[in-house]
């Protein structure tokens, strides 16, 4: 059993979701002039990405901040390996 730590993995997920959903809603949103809801949604959700990517996107174990890029070959594993402290965080789990 490793050590119990929040599950950045999903929280992370949640984030590139976040971002995802940001993009067309910004993008229909610069189509109609005016206020508009989508546009608004997309900086909600656009704004949500950063602040988990801010607060939580670093490593559990030496708390330095984990890449920022968004890969979408590497992100489909469900573990995350920290380049600066080489420990393995896994389901909210921290895996030596
Ligand atoms: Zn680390």
């Known amino acids: 059993m490793g050590k119990k730590v929040i599950d950045i993995v999903k929280l992370r997920k949640i984030a590139i979701i976040c971002w995802l959903i940001s993009i067309p809603l910004n993008f229909i949103g610069r189509l109609i002039y005016g206020f508009n809801i989508f546009f608004y949604l997309g900086i909600f959700f656009l704004f949500l990405f950063v602040i988990i990517t801010l607060f939580f996107w670093k490593c559990p174990n ?12 590497t992100e489909v594993y469900d573990y995350v390996l920290c380049p600066h402290c080489e420990i393995k965080v896994e389901d909210g789990e921290i895996i030596e």
């Not at 030496?62 to 070959?73: A, D, S, T, Y």
């Open 62 to 73: 030496c708390k330095v901040r984990l890449p920022f890029q968004i890969n979408f070959e």
